[in-house]
């Protein structure tokens, strides 16, 4: 049976093992504090009784789809695995030092996969003994409903693995988009500068972030209007994208909204911490 090994109990990380486990794999949850596998675990049973309710899940599935998630503290739960997939805080010395100590303890066939939104793939991968093995496989937010796969290939990065972790992606029900290793690789480096212009709009007055949001829904047809989304992703999160941006194309174009940096630091995160443009009861 087809076992995976999920790194980082957070949003990303129990959505990415919320979808595997859906999809028959066996799978480890793993992270370093046993309250965030508890909250993972427990956002997992949330989504999968929605799911439920909409009659998408029968009751006898969602249990045999928790039973197939194992939870750890430690990295000795990847031993076995043919998939790693980190998804830690996105602080490059974080995923640096995980990926050095996967580099240990995963079988030697096993891919090595980073969620990372903006970090280099190629950097990951020089953690390593096996940069072939190493591949970005980035995720949409919330990863049980959106059906992208952003499959990020680094220098060092096989064809065997690129077109394994296509096959996987597409096994999950997701549709696999591959592209090549570059700051914010498209999603972001596209996305990422939008939400910037749009909290620039509120910073200068132009108008509120409802405003805003309703102008990018009615006018140009997005589901969730910017400001909004920047809140989903997390603020904190868009600031550590903009300064990767920022660092590895040009200073001055991707320059985050002082407004940004002043929200992120007062700890308005968006609806982690329940108040960024919008509150959040839940």
Not at 217 to 246: N, T
């Amino acid at each position: 049976m087809s076992k995976v090994a999920v790194v980082g109990a957070g949003t990303m990380g129990n959505g990415i093992a919320h979808v595997f486990a859906q999809r028959g794999w066996e799978t480890s949850l793993i992270d370093v504090s046993q309250d965030a596998l508890d909250r993972g675990v427990a956002t997992i049973k949330k989504n999968l009784e929605r799911q439920t309710k909409r009659g998408a899940v029968s009751g006898a599935r969602c249990a045999e789809i928790l039973e197939r998630i194992e939870t750890s503290t430690s990295l000795d739960a990847a031993k076995d695995a043919e998939i790693v997939i980190e998804a830690a805080t996105e602080d490059p010395e974080i995923k640096f030092m995980i990926f050095r100590d996967l580099d240990r303890r995963a079988p030697p066939g096993a891919i090595l996969a980073s969620n990372t939104s903006s970090i280099s793939i190629n950097e990951i991968a020089a953690q390593t003994k096996r940069p072939n093995a190493v591949v970005g496989m980035h995720f949409m937010n919330p990863v049980p409903v959106m059906t992208l796969v952003e499959i990020i290939r680094g220098k060092a990065t096989s064809e065997d693995t690129v077109s394994k972790t296509v096959a996987i992606a597409k096994e999950l029900g997701k549709t696999p988009v591959e592209v090549n290793d570059a700051p914010g690789f498209v999603s972001n480096r596209v996305l990422m500068p939008m939400i910037n212009e749009a909290i620039f709009c509120v910073q200068d007055g132009i108008a509120t972030p409802q405003a805003v949001d309703e102008v990018m829904k009615l006018g140009m047809g997005h589901p969730l209007g910017p400001l909004a989304l920047a809140d989903l992703i997390g603020l904190d999160v868009c600031l550590s994208i903009m300064r990767v941006l920022q660092d590895g194309l040009d200073r001055q174009k991707y320059r985050p909204a002082p407004l940004l940096e002043k929200m992120v630091t007062a700890g308005k995160l968006g609806r982690k911490s329940g108040q960024g443009f919008y509150a959040y009861r839940d």
